[in-house]
């Protein structure tokens, strides 16, 4: 099973940019399909970004769509999500998981079927 640690999160202004990455081992995180998801304090988790292994498998967020781009370095093991014009909104805990047999287009669920899930990094945008 692949293991999963995130990174990249922070305190940011409004507008500004960050990425977070997912970095895996026990695994080649090219053969799984990625999603971010983010849960804020009183809300459900939401899927915000997935991509899967087939070529133009992904999926976003309407909320995020035009702003937040999710790839793949493969050579690092890693799936990133780069976030762009960031708002309070966007202020979550945000998780990656991984799964091989998710197909991202079609997939509207909170990742709990997801096999393998990291533990989150704290996006806060704040003025």
């Known amino acids: 099973q692949v293991q999963l640690v995130e990174s990249g999160g922070g305190l940011v202004q409004p507008g500004d940019s960050l990425t977070l990455s997912c970095e895996a081992s026990?695994?080649?995180?090219?053969?799984?399909?990625v999603a971010w998801f983010r849960q804020a304090p009183g809300k459900q988790r939401e899927a915000v970004s997935c991509?899967?292994?087939?070529?133009?498998?992904?999926y976003y967020a309407d909320s995020v769509k035009g702003r937040f781009t999710v790839s793949r370095d493969n050579a690092k093991n890693t799936v990133n999500l780069q976030m762009n014009r960031l708002n309070p909104e966007d202020t979550a805990t945000y998780y990656c998981?991984?799964?091989?047999?998710?197909?991202?287009?079609?997939?509207?669920?909170?990742?709990?079927?997801?096999?393998?899930r990291g533990q989150g990094t704290q996006v806060t945008v704040s003025s």
């Open positions: 991509i899967g292994t087939s070529a133009g498998d992904t």
């Open positions: 998981a991984a799964d091989a047999d998710i197909y991202c287009s079609d997939y509207r669920g909170n990742g709990d079927d997801f096999a393998s």
């Open positions: 026990g695994a080649g995180l090219d053969w799984y399909a």
